[in-house]
């Protein structure tokens, strides 16, 4: 089970961090992706760890922007996201597979478990 939260209104430029709290499996042990739908699009990749590969993986559209890295301890994923932009505003979600090849990670079929979501809004 896959819990996201840490949503909200923030305005162009501020900063929001969410949470994805994982519970009945080990968040270092699969591979763990941040995916975003906006109004009237189709779900995109944000970002991801691949569980055999410690190295983050992002969109071209949020690199250098967000930042995702997990809590072993607290079993929680995390993507830290500065320099919001409008474009930005999307309902975010947290997604897993226990066996994702490295090259599919970015797509959202291939995961099976998910979130409830959570809403961030970036206002100009």
């Known amino acids: 089970q896959l819990q996201a939260s840490g949503g909200g209104l923030v305005q162009a430029g501020g900063s929001l961090r969410l949470s994805c709290l994982a519970s009945?499996?080990?968040?270092?042990?699969?591979?763990i992706g941040w995916f975003r739908q906006a109004p009237g699009k189709e779900r995109e990749f944000v970002a991801a760890?691949?569980?055999?590969?410690?190295?983050?993986h992002y969109a071209d559209s949020v690199k250098g922007r967000f930042t995702i890295s997990r809590d072993n301890a607290k079993n929680t994923v995390y993507l830290l996201m500065n320099d919001l932009r409008p474009e930005d505003t999307a309902v975010y979600y947290c997604?897993?597979?226990?066996?994702?090849?490295?090259?599919?990670?970015?797509?959202?079929?291939?995961?099976?478990?998910w979130g409830q979501g959570t809403l961030v809004t970036v206002s100009s």
């Open positions: 997604a897993t597979h226990p066996s994702i090849i490295l090259s599919s990670i970015r797509v959202s079929r291939y995961y099976d478990y």
């Open positions: 009945g499996f080990t968040v270092s042990r699969q591979t």
């Open positions: 760890f691949h569980r055999n590969n410690n190295a983050p």
